[in-house]
């Protein structure tokens, strides 16, 4: 209920700035995402950060001549990487072999909308929400050390997503190298635990994502 009315708020927020905004420009974005996760589960495991990518469209409102507002449509990768010791068993005893690498895989509809405070002409400071519905989700082997049940490329779990939200801030700085194309670097803190499944002990598990867009201004 909370996180409906949430995005009720963003939805008209965003309909008010938009009916009163001065001038209004639409580009399409690009780049990569460095992702991982935070929280207790982190520190159980061995996560390391994961290379993806996101891409989409975007609209620009100009609100003065210092604001603007930048909401997203993205279709964005996120997740982290991870190994685990996937031993063999023999005669119920248990073979260990090196560690198995994976990539865990989670893909959203993103939706960020960006409040921009033009710093310079061709530099401006970007800070605002962002909701994320997940589409779908896998682990990935991304790797194997010796002989075993699993080779690169086998899906360890798949999952459909069910749009679960992800809910977080996002903060950045936006360089133009002209009036129409930019460069990008922010980051997003997510805010929603994904840990949804119920186990014996709880814990929490956000998403970290650095990001690189390149985005261009097509009118």
Do not use: C
């Not at 209920?1 to 939805?11: D, H, N, Q």
């Amino acid at each position: 209920m909370k996180k409906s009315a949430g995005i009720a708020v963003v939805i008209v927020i965003a309909s008010t700035l938009f009916v009163n905004a001065q001038e209004k420009k639409f580009g399409v974005l690009g780049g990569l995402n460095y992702a991982n996760i935070r929280g207790d589960r982190a520190e159980s495991i061995n996560n390391s950060w994961r290379l993806a990518y996101h891409l989409g469209v975007f609209s620009n409102f100009s609100l003065s001549d210092k604001i603007a507002l930048e909401p997203r449509v993205l279709f964005s990768s996120k997740g982290f990487n991870d190994e685990m010791d996937l031993g063999a068993f023999d005669n119920h005893s248990r073979i260990p072999v090196k560690p198995v690498k994976y990539a865990t895989r989670n893909s959203y509809l993103s939706i960020p909308m960006l409040f921009k405070y033009k710093l310079m002409n061709n530099l401006s400071l970007d800070l605002g929400p962002e909701i994320a519905f997940l589409l779908y989700s896998k682990d990935v082997v991304t790797k194997v050390d010796g002989e075993g049940y699993f080779a690169k490329g086998d899906v360890l779990h798949e999952r459909s997503g069910d749009f679960f939200v992800d809910y977080g801030a996002m903060a950045g700085v936006t360089f133009y190298f002209t009036t129409k194309a930019f460069v990008q670097l922010n980051y997003f803190h997510g805010l929603s635990n994904l840990r949804r499944e119920i186990t014996i002990i709880e814990s929490t598990e956000n998403n970290s994502v650095l990001q690189l867009s390149l985005g261009y201004l097509i009118f």
